[in-house]
């Protein structure tokens, strides 16, 4: 595909990274002549200098035969000019980066006006993922597919675990639920485990389950921490307000530690509900004021990954059973991870899975059994994806233990007319059923028929 990025900040160029790594033609337009040559100098991409909301500036990053723009720029309205611009010179479809929460229902009602293919809101997705978190605080990390009936999460095997030296096909018998470990991030690297794999202290597992089986596993595993009844988040940015909302709805106690007055002020309008502490969270003293150890979770949210870092190692050592932590810089996912920080959401991450999964979705040669829903999973060095099976989907009605599929390749689930299926070696798919793959391979995957080996 001939895809335009808008803007060369963080965003736009870890998609433009992966975007021309899948082999997709792509073009930078940006007004910052050092930044393009950068980017020109270590990726595969055209560059251009200007503003990407002029006509003149479109044309010669070839808008006209242009298959795809996506607006990533820092500014919501000049994503939205862009993607005007480009949809009135032919551009086939657009994408535009739109993160103030005042624009979210203009949006619904004007995206066909707006000529808008997808709006994508990288710090309301971070939000529903922290909340997703606080709903099961045992979990690292979790993804939804199959519209919320399947979900993959993330445990941790620490020395205490039932799990430790149990080789995987024993499974069942701890977990008393259907499930199935598709990958296991070691200090060796990341395992896409067959049944004989044997667990470690220090592995963390990637579980694919039924969302109506996931209480039972935390259970049964004894994995179970005490409820989220209140959480403390420090730093007032969207992600703050969107997660806020989210939790007062659901009955968590919010308290929110901002330094800015103004934005004090816009929180408290905001969330009446909320308390509202205005004061330099990441003080020893302040937090001590505010008894931070004593809530259920904390989340970090201020806008420097090193500071957040801090004051969740902070949160860890004192013992708070929940500790969230934000991140900008992509690179730095894996080092938090390592050192134990407990969750971490990206919203930028985020924004480049979401756009990701719509151009490989785009990208399928046939439109049937394209990507319906992708995650990276294990930092990024692994990924999960949902299929639907086409009525041309080769080995259709075989069972998985006979179909050759490429190495570093698992199903994970199959969903068959709304039943969820964890499959076993005599299972099956036909057409109209939802397929979740697993890879840590290299190669794109846009469609389903990529992951078979013949």
Do not use: W
């Amino acid at each position: 595909m001939n895809i335009i990025i808008v803007g060369d900040g963080k965003v736009g160029a870890a998609l433009a990274a992966q975007l021309s790594g899948e082999g997709h033609d792509v073009t930078i337009i940006d007004s910052k002549q050092d930044t393009l040559l950068e980017s020109a100098s270590r990726l595969d991409v055209m560059v251009v200098g200007g503003n990407g909301a002029s006509m003149a500036t479109l044309r010669e990053a070839g808008a006209e035969k242009a298959d795809l723009l996506i607006a990533a720029t820092s500014r919501d309205e000049l994503n939205l000019l862009c993607c005007l611009t480009a949809k009135k010179l032919g551009v086939g479809r657009t994408i535009a980066r739109i993160r103030n929460p005042e624009y979210a229902e203009q949006l619904v009602e004007m995206q066909e006006e707006l000529g808008l293919s997808l709006t994508v809101n990288p710090e309301q997705a971070a939000a529903q993922e922290a909340y997703h978190l606080l709903q099961f605080p045992s979990f690292l990390k979790r993804d939804s597919f199959a519209k919320g009936r399947v979900e993959i999460v993330a445990i941790p095997v620490d020395k205490d675990s039932k799990l430790v030296g149990i080789p995987l096909f024993k499974l069942y018998e701890i977990a008393g639920v259907n499930a199935l470990v598709c990958a296991v991030e070691r200090e060796d690297g990341v395992h896409v485990p067959s049944g004989s794999f044997t667990l470690q202290e220090g592995d963390t597992m990637y579980v694919t389950a039924g969302i109506r089986d996931l209480a039972r596993l935390v259970k049964n595993l004894e994995l179970v921490k005490r409820r989220v009844k209140s959480v403390l988040m420090i730093g007032g940015s969207r992600v703050a307000l969107y997660l806020g909302k989210r939790c007062l709805e659901s009955g968590i106690n919010v308290k929110i530690i901002e330094r800015s007055h103004e934005r004090c002020v816009e929180l408290c309008e905001a969330m009446p509900k909320a308390t509202i502490i205005e004061a330099d969270g990441s003080r020893q003293d302040v937090l001590e004021a505010e008894g931070f150890q004593h809530y259920d979770a904390v989340v970090t949210l201020t806008g420097i990954d090193e500071e957040n870092l801090v004051l969740s190692l902070q949160a860890s050592h004192q013992g708070v059973a929940k500790v969230i932590t934000k991140i900008n810089r992509l690179e730095y996912t894996d080092l938090f991870r390592k050192i134990g920080v407990g969750s971490i959401i990206s919203p930028r991450g985020q924004c480049c899975a979401n756009i990701l999964r719509y151009v490989r979705a785009l990208s399928s040669a046939s439109g049937e059994d394209s990507v319906l829903t992708l995650h990276p999973i294990v930092d990024g060095r692994a990924e999960a994806l949902e299929f639907l099976a086409g009525p041309d989907t080769p080995h259709q009605g075989e069972q998985l233990k006979d179909i050759p599929l490429k190495k570093e390749m698992l199903v994970a689930c199959i969903t068959h007319e709304g039943q969820t299926i964890i499959p076993k070696g005599d299972s099956s798919f036909t057409a109209g059923d939802t397929v979740i793959v697993v890879t840590t391979g290299t190669r794109a995957i846009s469609e389903l028929g990529d992951i078979f080996a013949d």
